[in-house]
């Protein structure tokens, strides 16, 4: 591939000024921090190009055509606060050379916060550093790191859906000649046969954290709990949702409630519900949604969440019923749930039907970590993934736990105008107070339970 021009993915005191400096002794220009939302290229500057700053917010990628047409391989830093409109252009061009230059994120945000400290952001062999330290913000450190990781992940997920690569940096590389030399070499300039790197920037700080840090135990003791591995991460390969739009409910009752309604939830009750209220309708698209909404204001929305265990439950009874055989031989004969022939299933008491429960509980387990072949009905996904498909529509005004929906569908009610309370929840199947099945469903739901704090009795 031959490049026409590179961007410098990087951040705050990652080393990008002496990356920089480096491909510029080397007649491979960049233009600094180009996208910065504050000035063009540097601070001291005023327009890049010809273009300044308001030029270049008015129209960003005429700045950016400028470089590409250049002859010679010119590029700039882009940061992940820069301006957002030319990240995805930049990534969809091949010819751009990807340049990801890291630190790590515990001497970035040192060193940012002493920049800002001593307003000091480069130093040469002639200056003297400013001493200072500097008391560790745990707050501010996660953000910083969220921000850092959430950029990185975003350039990982844009180079591989386009089939490109990037070559990585992390700030110990900068002085190191033969990956300085490999850099230009990648970039197109083969004539080099040894790259420098810059020798007109010294490091600020190099002294150990504790002279940089006031407050050392307590940054130990935070990058302790961090858990930089994800160990108590619950793992999800759960297919993504849509909204589910056609499933939604509104109701004209005062200024309008619109029920976000979560398959093997409460939905028949809070429908009466609803229906008792006013006139309601279904069958909706997003475009006839956004319509009533404009129509409705002061209208609210709500979706109400079950219990995992009694809702595994009512899904698993329509297992039993639907007219779907085929489904219910492969949990017999691949997923070894002990089901009698169809015949014989309408005659199953609660007792019998709970015996059944536990290995069905667990075929749930094994689909939502995509370990069977099953496709995951929206009656057995988890609640949270649907919810997130509302929200890739519109997010729930009031998300209502089943056992709390008489007082809080009222309270709801009565921001709309109207004086009712709630339905009242279905009581529970007493088969399901058994310990074993709690804890099946507990596997098999762990991320509901650990994000809508579900108790394991319901």
Excluded at 160 to 172: E, S
Aim: proline share 8%; net charge neutral.
């Amino acid at each position: 591939m031959t490049f026409r021009s590179f961007v410098i993915f990087a951040g705050m005191r990652t080393g990008s000024n002496l990356l920089e400096a480096t491909l510029n002794a080397h007649d491979l220009a960049c233009f600094g921090e180009a996208y910065n939302p504050y000035f063009v290229g540097w601070p001291d500057q005023g327009d890049l190009y010809g273009m300044t700053l308001a030029d270049r917010d008015a129209d960003p990628l005429r700045l950016w055509r400028h470089m590409v047409a250049a002859r010679k391989v010119k590029g700039f830093r882009y940061f992940h606060d820069h301006d957002p409109r030319v990240f995805e252009p930049v990534m969809d061009d091949p010819t751009c050379a990807k340049i990801v230059l890291t630190r790590n994120p515990v001497d970035s945000w040192v060193s940012t916060r002493l920049a800002y400290a001593t307003n000091q952001w480069k130093l040469n062999q002639s200056e003297t550093p400013t001493p200072a330290r500097v008391e560790f913000d745990a707050a501010d450190f996660r953000q910083s790191l969220a921000a850092t990781q959430g950029f990185l992940d975003r350039i990982q997920h844009g180079l591989q859906r386009r089939g490109q690569t990037a070559f990585w940096l992390n700030y110990d590389d900068l002085r190191d000649p033969a990956v300085m030399t490999g850099l230009a070499h990648w970039l197109g300039r083969t004539d080099l046969e040894r790259v420098e790197p810059a020798q007109d920037q010294v490091p600020q700080n190099p002294r150990e954290m504790a002279e940089k840090v006031t407050n050392l135990p307590e940054m130990q003791a935070e990058l302790m709990a961090a858990d930089p591995f994800q160990l108590h991460r619950i793992p999800s390969f759960e297919p993504r949702r849509g909204p589910a739009v056609p499933s939604f409910q509104t109701a004209e009752a005062g200024a309008g409630l619109l029920f976000m309604p979560v398959r093997g939830g409460p939905t028949d009750a809070v429908g009466h519900w609803l229906a008792g209220l006013g006139a309601t309708a279904g069958d909706l698209t997003q475009n006839s949604l956004r319509q009533w909404k404009r129509a409705h204001p002061g209208h609210r929305a709500f979706t109400v969440l079950r219990h995992p265990l009694p809702r595994a439950w009512d899904a698993f009874g329509a297992v039993l019923a639907a007219r779907a055989p085929d489904l219910r031989q492969t949990l017999r004969d691949i997923h070894r749930v002990p089901l009698p022939p169809d015949d014989a299933l309408g005659g199953l008491d609660d007792a019998a039907r709970a015996a059944l429960f536990a290995p069905f509980l667990d075929v749930l387990r094994r689909t939502l970590l995509g370990q069977t072949t099953l496709a995951t009905h929206p009656g057995w996904a988890t609640q949270s993934e649907v919810l997130a498909g509302f929200a890739r529509f519109a997010a729930p005004d009031l998300v209502v736990r089943e056992d709390r929906m008489t007082a809080e569908l009222g309270f709801l009610a009565r921001t709309v105008g109207l004086d009712a309370d709630g339905p009242r929840p279905a009581p529970l199947p007493a088969v399901l107070d058994d310990p074993g099945l709690r804890k099946a469903a507990k596997a098999a739901y762990l991320r509901d339970y650990v994000a809508f704090g579900f108790a394991d009795r319901p």
